[in-house]
């Protein structure tokens, strides 16, 4: 199934537009595992908001679907927008760590392959403003946000990154996909502000080309690929369930992350004693 992605055509795709879909690309038990795991978080969750007397119910018998929706409806101050540091999970090693998928990012990107220190469990809950994601570059928080260093705009974009995409449920225009511009990857470093919640791209910046805008509808298996320059935003969430989603990043690892936190090796003929060797290794890391 992977192989697809190294035909020249899947190549020249993400190239010239800066994406590429592969629909079905995760065997069932690999999304049944994520969503384990993500249901884990929201137990987690729960756990804790019933000990500090924020809730009563964990509502453990709400589908996945709409599970937190409900518990955050008990106690909005609370509700969660990302899940980070807690994703070293077993289920998730093999999101990250799928052979097939890395086969393609070594394609892209070489055979030194490092998990850049931003991978992400993204629930997006309905009509919840933390979580509605503006057209951004995410090249522009590692030189906006995540600064270590004072690398330049030419340094953030210089870096050999792949980011990688999937949602754990459906993902389509009423309950908040994604939205890509094709071509924008190849337009350097956009302006960004700061928002209340995120980094948004100029209007003077965005303007010429955001009537070019395709929104990117996924199931979960699917997985898109795009460029660390591509700019992209979330649509709203209007329906009444959780959009739930998983984003990562691969890098050369030759090349330094230009944030505080390392990541972890993927895989390394340089360094093979320091790789994420299996599941077990994976849950015994932190975030770092």
Known sequence: MGLAVETNSDLDRFETTGFVIL????????????????GELVDRFANRLMEAGKITSGHADAPFETRLARICTDAPDEAPSIFRKELHLAGMYEVFFHPPLLDIVETLLGEE?????????????????????????????TYKVHRDGDHSAETVDALRMINVWSPLVPAREDNGCMQFIPGTHRIGMARHENREHYLEITQEDLAPYVNQAVSIEMDPGDIVLF???????????????????????????????????????????????QIVRDAGDWVRRSFQ
């Open 227 to 273: 460029h660390n320059m591509l700019y992209h935003q979330g649509l709203p969430n209007r329906s009444d369930q959780v959009r739930w989603s998983m984003d990562w990043r691969y890098q050369d690892a030759r090349q330094p992350t230009l944030r505080s936190t390392t990541g972890h090796l993927a895989r390394s003929r340089l360094h093979p004693d």
């Open 113 to 141: 392959l490092r998990l850049y220190p931003n991978y992400s469990i993204r629930p997006k809950l309905p009509d919840h403003a933390p979580t509605l994601v503006l057209w951004h570059q995410d090249g522009g928080y």
């Open 23 to 38: 629909k079905g690309f995760y065997p069932d038990g690999v999304v049944e595992a994520a969503r384990r795991d993500a």
